[in-house]
């Protein structure tokens, strides 16, 4: 029999710096390389997730996740906190939807010189037209935020990148509406008195 022994508080001290320069000896239970947890469904950039952190701390330093081949949805099915998550940014659909309906409804733009009494309708649709641009830039932060948190949540590659080309339509979307403001911005100088 061995003399040996085995001190679970036995640390190995190297070179490195940071967090890498400790690290535990794994146990005689965890000594074979085929003993390995789960990988994290949390992107690289949000690893910490798990202990209740709300965010990325990269500072501009963005790691790209690696996608495992085959690929495979994870975490199947959602956890509840996950579910919650996701339903938080759905959310954000209904108002980007209610919003471009009612910029839509409302036509500022179509107002003109013979419009009479043109200012309250410019007004309330500068007003629409901020909240569409707000609705739009929320919900595509909210989904790609989701993407970048969760990065191997949809069922399939292509799913993914479906996903990804929703939130760039969304930026868009803002674009469009941030045009149409400025329009009725424009009116609305034309059509104040004194000016």
Do not use: C
Request: proline share 9%; aromatic share 8%; no cysteine.
């Amino acid at each position: 029999m061995s003399q040996r022994g085995w001190d679970p508080n036995k640390k190995v001290i190297s070179g490195r710096r940071g967090s890498d320069a400790d690290y535990d000896i794994r146990s005689p239970q965890s000594s074979h390389v085929g003993v390995r947890p789960d990988p994290s469904y949390y992107g690289p950039n949000f690893l910490n997730s798990e202990q209740g952190r709300s965010s990325s701390f990269t500072y501009g330093d963005l790691k790209e996740p690696t996608m495992p081949d085959p690929y495979v949805k994870r975490p199947q099915p959602y956890p509840p906190e996950i579910e919650r998550q996701y339903e938080s940014y759905k959310a954000h659909e209904l108002e980007v939807k209610a919003a471009n309906a009612a910029l839509r409804t409302a036509n500022p733009t179509s107002v003109g010189r013979n419009t009479p009494n043109p200012l309250p309708r410019l007004i309330k649709g500068d007003k629409l037209a901020t909240d569409a641009i707000l609705a739009s830039n929320s919900f595509a932060a909210a989904r790609s935020g989701f993407d970048h948190k969760f990065p191997t949540a949809y069922d399939s590659l292509k799913k993914k990148n479906s996903h990804q080309v929703s939130a760039r339509d969304l930026i868009t979307t803002s674009v469009n509406a941030r045009k149409t403001r400025n329009e009725i911005r424009d009116k609305i100088e034309r059509f104040t008195p004194g000016r």
